[in-house]
């Protein structure tokens, strides 16, 4: 009989590709540089999450030059409640900001679709 534990089922938040873990003090340096800087909403728990951080790793890995933009991970159980999070309007987990010189540049909310996590990548290129 071969059975699963529950934990097993549950994503982790492990970074699957080159990311920053969210912290004030992060922030603050990187709204210091010129960096396109991506910031993504994620929860450990959240299985969309989890497939949108696949996406990015996948995109990352058949496109270079995606290694140019800076990749934040925002804690939503920790940061959710956030004042940064409320001054940008993040309203849900599951959302990628990107953000240049601290404008927002664009943003992806609940899409976990490979052409769509590409398309922000690509804008996030063009900033």
């Known amino acids: 009989m071969f059975l699963l534990s529950s934990a097993a089922l549950i994503p982790t938040m492990a970074l699957s590709y080159p990311a920053e873990v969210f912290s004030p003090a992060v922030w603050d340096a990187l709204k ?24 990015i790793e996948e995109a990352l890995a058949e496109n270079p030059a995606y290694g140019q933009l800076t990749f934040v991970d925002v804690d939503w159980d920790t940061f959710g409640q956030s004042q940064m999070t409320q001054r940008l309007r993040v309203e849900r987990r599951s959302t990628l900001v990107v953000m240049k010189n601290g404008t927002e540049v664009a943003r992806l909310v609940n899409e976990p ?9 690509d804008t996030a290129l063009a900033a």
């Open 32 to 55: 210091q540089t010129d960096q396109t800087v991506i910031l993504n909403y994620r929860a450990s728990w959240s299985l969309t999450c989890q497939i949108k951080a696949e996406l």
């Open 113 to 121: 679709y490979a052409r769509r996590v590409r398309a922000l990548l």
